[in-house]
T-cell receptor, first 113, second 114 residues
């Protein structure tokens, strides 16, 4: 079946612009995670949704970052007023339950010029 | 100091060698230990999952957890060129509220040459 999909795969933007990154989880998966992965590093937790509820946003770096999952399926990670330090790979993962295996998407590579 | 430490490598071995990959951690509350494999330009995929201490074997792969030393290992026997990838250790615990808030190591790049 289809895995986790993310769009766009690549995003180049200018400093100060807002960007929206989309995650489409595996059908039926109730748990959704966002991670950020810098080059040569492991993924770093950003936020977690259980259905539509954002249960943990402790990893979001600052208030320019926000995420939503209004219908408990597709999720959007929004970065406002982007800065060069926001450049990274943003990965989404979903799982069938809170303690179940996380399946990662291919990621969105964000480059802020 | 990071919660999870992992030697980034790279590690280069000949085909057929036994590979040992390791991570150390500082948070004694970690209970779930995972190894993910990440091929170039792909997302991480779960390879091994272990709860608490002990060993787990799956084909050519063996995962070991030593909670007393806060040390986990992944062994790959009879390594193949197709095993060439980055291996990430990841951990979580019930302290995170019942869900798997994974804490990853930096990943070790492995190259198996024919």
């Amino acid at each position: 079946g289809a895995g986790v999909s993310q769009s766009p795969r690549y995003k180049v933007t200018k400093r100060g612009q807002d960007v929206a990154l989309r995650c489409d989880p595996i059908s039926g998966h109730v748990s959704l995670y966002w991670y950020r992965q810098a080059l040569g590093q492991g993924p770093e937790f950003l936020t977690y949704f259980n259905y539509e509820a954002q249960q943990d946003k402790s990893g979001l770096p600052n208030d320019r970052f926000s995420a939503e999952r209004p219908e408990g399926s597709i999720s959007t990670l929004t970065i406002q007023r982007t800065e060069q330090r926001d450049s990274a790979m943003y990965r989404c993962a979903s799982s069938s339950g809170q303690q179940e295996t996380q399946y990662f998407g291919p990621g969105t590579r964000l480059l802020v010029l | 100091q990071k919660e999870v430490e992992q030697d980034p490598g790279p590690l280069s071995v000949p085909e057929g060698a036994i590979v040992s990959l390791n991570c150390t951690y500082s948070n004694s509350a970690f209970q779930y230990f995972m190894w993910y494999r990440q091929y170039s330009r792909k997302g991480p995929e779960l390879l091994m999952y272990t709860y608490s201490s002990g060993n787990k074997e799956d084909g050519r792969f063996t995962a070991q957890v030593d909670k007393s030393s806060k040390y986990i290992s992944l062994f790959i026997r009879d390594s193949q060129p197709s095993d060439s990838a980055t291996y990430l250790c990841a951990m979580s615990g019930t302290f995170s509220g019942g869900y798997n808030k994974l804490i990853f190591g930096a990943g070790t790049r492995l190259a198996v040459h024919p």
